[in-house]
């Protein structure tokens, strides 16, 4: 199975030549491509000269595809200016010690690019498989295509509201959708939910040995070609984003989680009462041949996120510097001592008097033998553990996990969303999120390596024996809430520390319920602003877009929200 090396010409060069005229907001035509190009075909053969450059007629399916799943890695900018100044302190999972940069739009710039570069690749494997012969193995590739769609796309309307979709990515078919009119969030919404639907009842576990799908599957590094690996992902989405509109779209939500749960329809597990399922839905960078190189360069280069009181104070009882209090072994997975060796949490909110925390926690030395604890004098609060931002192999690029979809279901029963409310029901899918995550983080910590010494977590790091799944019950079990609306608030808040390594989730959950775990201070951030280049280039349609939703300022709600 060729990786994303192997396959790298390949998607490089359809990516130079839908790049040309791109149905993108916000992105000009590039001069520099087309010089390259033009340079380029001096040493091609002529066959490829006769090509025209505008097509995608040298890229397999295969191909295309691969870059689509290339797509999902975040980049630099969006880990360093989005997550790691953004979204991290909005939803508190950590504290932002300084605001120093102040840069965002180089972070909104690039999941803007991100997405509309993609999009063509996707509609032009639309083009082909209209045109092929029916077969289940070719629904079963459309399947794929629709899910990964659904995947980015849920990503960016939620992160901006109202984006351009129904006419985007058709540029090169259609000079006149290069400046693609916006959609509304909800009807983004209704699309995608229906999209998944029809994934869900056309994906054939068996069609999996005949072309055109054998080769296809060749550069799926999502699932390999796992088909009801595909299914549970298009399922555990529809059930996500029902409950996320909800409050917006009441009726078709509510029809939607009934149908995924009286028909037993697939999703992701992570628990089954005792037994461990352990699935997610993950971009592994070694299975898949590619290093996750921006992951330490976003914190080693930021340097300004540490362990803050408020998921401190969901992981410990109390604030001893030795760490007596911890109740919850992933506090050693998601964090680790200062450079004393000591527990020590990042106030929230924070005095000015309060001193900074600087240091070299995410150095790269840190790599090296007997420097693991070298964290510099100035150090004086928890950082993120080194191995959560430093391991660029066996660290996932997560998507969805299986305690999520725990979380998910236990409010809906807790609440009622779409199924008779049955709060006995609601307390077992909230312990079997709790098993789920905690096992899931150990078995991630288990495997994790720094990648330049091989040094183990295991080696340099201990987790207390006594410290697991049942040690997080213990504390945060339903009989120990005062009341219902505690109840509900317990579970919010193991969904938002499973979602630590996805903060744009957290943000979800947080706007949506406004009952994360927080300070006193209220949620106010509910969108991030168009870049500045959507603005220059498709002027009219997004101006149309930011009058329709009341602003573009992150104190603008976006649809979803209650």
């Not at 916000?26 to 087309?34: D, K, V, Y």
């Not at 009801?228 to 984003?241: D, E, G, V």
């Not at 996990?401 to 236990?410: D, I, N, Y």
Request: net charge negative; glycine share 6%.
């Amino acid at each position: 199975m060729q990786d994303f090396k192997q396959n790298e010409k390949a998607t490089m060069k359809t990516a130079k030549k839908y790049s040309i005229v791109r149905n993108i907001s916000g992105i000009t035509l590039s001069f520099t491509i087309l010089s390259m190009l033009f340079f380029a075909s001096c040493t091609k053969d002529f066959e490829d000269i006769n090509t025209n450059p505008h097509g995608f007629t040298t890229a397999s399916d295969g191909s295309l595809f691969n870059h689509i799943i290339q797509s999902l890695v975040p980049t630099g900018n969006e880990l360093f200016y989005i997550q790691n100044e953004i979204l991290y302190k909005q939803t508190q999972q950590a504290a932002l010690t300084k605001e120093a940069w102040g840069n965002y739009t180089l972070g909104t710039e690039d999941i803007w690019k991100n997405y509309y570069t993609t999009l063509p690749a996707f509609r032009e494997l639309e083009l082909r498989f209209a045109t092929y012969d029916t077969s289940p193995e070719l629904r079963n590739m459309q399947a794929m295509l629709r899910i990964s769609l659904a995947l980015k796309t849920f990503k960016l309307t939620d992160l901006f509201g109202d984006i351009p979709f129904s006419e985007a990515g058709y540029g090169f078919q259609n000079l006149d959708l290069l400046r693609p009119r916006y959609d509304s969030q909800q009807a983004i919404y209704l699309q995608l939910l229906n999209d998944l639907a029809w994934a869900d009842s056309n994906i054939n576990l068996s069609a999996v040995t005949k072309e055109p799908f054998s080769s296809f599957a060749a550069f799926d590094k999502l699932f390999n070609g796992n088909m009801l690996k595909w299914q549970k992902l298009a399922n555990s989405l529809r059930l996500r984003h029902a409950v996320r509109m909800s409050a917006g779209e009441p009726t078709q939500a509510a029809a939607i989680i009934r149908h995924i749960l009286e028909n037993n329809r697939p999703l992701i597990d992570g628990y089954d009462f005792i037994t461990p399922k352990l699935e997610s839905a993950c971009l592994w960078p070694a299975t898949a041949g590619f290093k996750h190189e921006a992951l330490n360069w976003s914190f080693r280069e930021h340097n300004n996120l540490r362990m803050g009181e408020v998921i401190w104070h969901q992981l410990s009882y109390h604030d001893s510097t030795n760490g007596s209090g911890i109740n919850d072994p992933r506090a050693f997975i998601f964090f680790e001592t200062n450079n004393a060796n000591k527990w020590k949490a990042y106030p929230q909110p924070a005095e000015t008097s309060t001193p900074p925390s600087g240091g070299i926690p995410y150095g790269t030395h840190r790599d090296q033998a007997g420097a693991f604890s070298i964290k510099g004098e100035t150090n004086i609060y928890s950082p993120f553990n080194y191995f959560v931002v430093r391991d660029e192999d066996q660290m996932p690029i997560i998507f969805m996990t299986g305690a999520e979809v725990h979380f998910l279901k236990s409010e809906i029963y807790f609440r009622g969303i779409g199924m008779p409310e049955d709060k006995a029901q609601a307390e077992i899918e909230y312990f079997n999120g709790i098993n789920s995550s905690v096992e899931w983080w150990m078995q991630r910590a288990a495997q994790s390596k720094l990648p330049s010494s091989g040094i183990a977590f295991s080696e340099v790091i201990s987790i207390p024996a006594w410290l697991n799944a049942a040690s997080v019950q213990g504390r945060w079990g339903f009989w120990n809430a005062a009341g219902e609306d505690e109840k509900l608030r317990f579970i919010y808040a193991q969904a938002w520390i499973d979602a630590f390594r996805q903060p744009d989730q957290a943000y979800a959950l947080a706007r949506r319920t406004q009952m994360t775990p927080r300070t006193n201070e209220p949620l106010q951030h509910f969108r991030l602003p168009y870049p500045p280049s959507e603005l220059a280039y498709n002027a009219q349609n997004v101006t149309e877009a930011i009058n329709r939703q009341g602003g573009d300022s992150p104190d603008n709600k976006i649809w979803w929200m209650p």
